[in-house]
């Protein structure tokens, strides 16, 4: 490849062949690459980073009203507790009911499906048009305006995620993550009130509100 | 011993080698991005969200595991308008010089009071302890806040990412959100890394 073979008959004054081959040698070039190549191995990354995009409310708003909208029976509330677990309750909280929370974790086959199953009209709808999609009916921009208007069905969960001083990063974003894959087009980052904590106290005894004695019934909200 | 050695030409052939190293070479220059310095080395949580973040004007506030909250400014002229700003409501002056030598690297995290000793320092050492220092930012002394509101001050477009490690206490992110609703700053991005979406 990297040689010219050069064909000399010598004018034909003997009829001899005279061959010669000019060799390239590349081995320095691919010296070169290689250690470019190591370069930018070890310098750059392949992947870009990937960001969730969220917004909060803003402090100075009163949100009262908004939330006096969410009706109680599609509420999920989400709280996040130590290593990992995840405990949720359903509605508006009753804190003198010990059987409320319940506990489960970021697998499947939990939090996925409890809210898959609150959600299912829309997680069939976004089926359906993801279906589309697929087949090239839909154009990408159709496709976001149709997904936005189907994450707004009323009859969809509200989720509150509620995360306890106990909690990291990670969990927080695997809650964010969970309302992404079922569809739930409205939850929220709420603070943590005192309630809460209780509930969580009662049910794993596991010091997420030692101040409040365990046998008192805590009557926030009464 | 009356045979005679054949004399063999060693020569190999890189030609296709060569080939192939331009080729892979040509791959990494278009895919990759260059690796940005940063102070700490910062581990994000992983997530389905596929959303790219944007190339340019990103404030990006780093949060490792302990808590210490490091900042930086992809524009260099940003970073230099803001450490002047910064200087001149903490009644520090810095110098051009010190100026100069802030705005060359993207990301900081010294305490406003230290900044002049450290900007003092050679960049070797600068690398050493700023792990050790990082932007205060408890309720008492919250530079971090003041940074923000420079930062948005000097640049109108600036995009919020926040890039923390997935072992990071709750309480921490709060805070930092916190300060961040204070300034009316309420769209911003988490950095995740990519994961694969689950069937459902």
């Not at chain 2, 892979?24 to 790219?52: A, H, R």
Request: with cysteine; proline share 5%.
């Amino acid at each position: 490849m990297a040689e010219i073979q050069q064909k000399d008959d010598g004018g034909g004054k003997k009829g001899k062949q005279k061959k010669f081959n000019i060799h390239v040698d590349f081995t320095p070039m691919v010296d070169m690459n290689m250690l470019l190549i190591t370069f930018f191995m070890l310098c750059t990354t392949m992947s870009k980073p990937q960001t969730m995009e969220i917004s909060m409310p803003r402090k100075d708003v009163v949100s009262e009203d908004e939330q006096e909208k969410i009706k109680a029976s599609n509420a999920i509330t989400v709280l996040l507790g130590k290593d990992d677990k995840v405990y949720y309750y359903f509605g508006e909280p009753t804190y003198d009911d010990p059987d409320l929370l319940k506990e489960t974790d970021f697998s499947g086959e939990g939090l996925r499906t409890i809210l898959l199953g609150r959600n299912q009209e829309v997680v069939q709808q976004m089926k359906e048009l993801k279906a589309k999609r697929e087949k090239l009916e839909v154009t990408l921009e159709q496709y976001k305006e149709q997904s936005i208007e189907i994450k707004k069905n009323k009859n969809s969960p509200v989720v509150l995620i509620k995360a306890s001083d106990f909690s990291t990063y990670k969990n927080l974003i695997d809650a964010l993550d969970e309302m992404q894959i079922c569809n739930i087009g409205r939850y929220a980052i709420v603070d943590i009130v005192a309630g809460d904590l209780r509930l969580l106290q009662d049910l794993t005894h596991d010091g997420y509100a030692p101040e409040l004695k365990e046998e008192i019934i805590y009557k926030e909200k009464q | 011993m009356s045979k005679k050695i054949k004399k063999k030409s060693t020569f190999i052939d890189m030609t296709a080698m060569s080939d192939v190293t331009v080729l892979l070479l040509t791959f990494f220059m278009l895919t990759s991005t260059f690796v940005q310095k940063e102070p700490v080395q910062v581990n994000p949580p992983q997530s389905v969200s596929e959303i790219k973040i944007p190339e340019t004007n990103i404030v990006s506030i780093l949060i490792e595991p302990n808590g210490k909250v490091f900042m930086s400014l992809d524009k260099q002229p940003d970073r230099w308008e803001v450490l002047k700003k910064m200087g001149e409501s903490y009644n520090i002056n810095f110098t051009e010089e010190e100026l100069k030598k802030f705005s060359l690297a993207p990301s900081f995290g010294a305490p406003i009071q230290g900044m002049k000793q450290f900007l003092g320092l050679p960049s070797e050492e600068q690398d050493k302890i700023i792990m050790d220092l990082g932007i205060p930012c408890d309720s008492t002394n919250n530079q971090f806040r003041e940074w923000m509101r420079l930062a948005r001050e000097v640049n109108k477009n600036l995009v919020i990412a926040i890039k923390a490690d997935q072992n990071t206490p709750y309480p921490m992110i709060r805070d930092i959100m916190n300060t961040l609703q204070d300034l009316r700053e309420n769209r911003y991005n988490l950095i995740t890394s990519l994961k694969n979406m689950p069937e459902i």
